[in-house]
């Protein structure tokens, strides 16, 4: 199994709304990371966890909460988020942390709309 | 601090074409390079990297790279296109941290 998977493929969520994105891989990485992808623009990284644990923090405002339950899943929580927040939502992992020469699998991506 | 710039957001060819992509990089220590491609609505998929070995790198679908470091470039190249190469093109680089830098990314439209 050599695939990133990501739930919900789409999401339409209201400004008081709380919802969860989801992703899995079962390929053994033990880095997991989450991007966000305005339309036309370059992947933003978000976070990024090692070996289960919150590693990397881009300055993401806390309606943006990540938690990684164990080493194949890892959760972006949203909780009254605006409508800039819009965007694709691409989740990623990489065999192993702080090995910059190991490539990120990507997932599909969730594509979020905030009204 | 390292970065990429990629030349030209949108490229053109016919089909059958060469195709180059520009990407340069700054690094204050040795890169790692990357080429990623990404279909409409879809996620990321890598087409080659660069890691110090050899420096002209093959990926998959016919697409190669070469790594200058006297040019401090890392263009990716496809002797002929085809239609189904229509995508965005990201150049990235790491080093031995977890980040990894994206450029602003090159779309390819081919012309039938």
């Known amino acids: 199994d050599t695939e990133v998977t990501q739930t919900p493929k789409h999401l339409v969520m209201g400004m008081t709304n709380k919802k969860s994105l989801k992703c899995e891989q079962h390929m053994g990485h033990r880095a997991m990371y989450w991007y966000k992808q305005k339309a036309k623009k370059p992947p933003e990284l978000m976070f990024v966890?090692?070996?289960?644990?919150?590693?990397i923090n881009e300055s993401v405002p806390s309606r943006f909460s990540p938690e990684c339950p164990n080493s194949s899943l890892l959760n972006l929580h949203l909780h009254a988020l605006q409508p800039e927040d819009s965007a694709l939502y691409l989740c990623a992992s990489s065999p192993n942390p702080a090995r910059g020469f190991e490539e990120q699998y990507f997932g599909p991506g969730t594509r979020l709309t905030v009204t | 601090a390292q970065s990429v710039t990629q030349l030209g957001s949108h490229v053109s060819v016919s089909e059958g074409a060469l195709v180059l992509l520009r990407c340069n990089y700054s690094s204050s220590v040795p890169p790692y390079l990357f080429w990623y491609v990404q279909y409409p609505n879809q996620g990321l998929q890598l087409l080659l990297k660069y890691t110090s070995a050899a420096t002209l790198v093959k990926g998959i679908n016919g697409f190669e790279a070469e790594f200058k470091k006297s040019e401090t470039s890392f263009h990716l190249t496809k002797p002929s296109a085809h239609m189904s190469d229509a995508a965005e093109y990201f150049c990235?680089?790491?080093?031995?941290?977890?980040?990894?830098?994206f450029g602003t990314g090159t779309r390819l439209t081919i012309i039938p």
């Open positions: 990235a680089v790491s080093s031995s941290n977890e980040k990894l830098t």
């Open positions: 966890y090692s070996y289960e644990k919150l590693s």
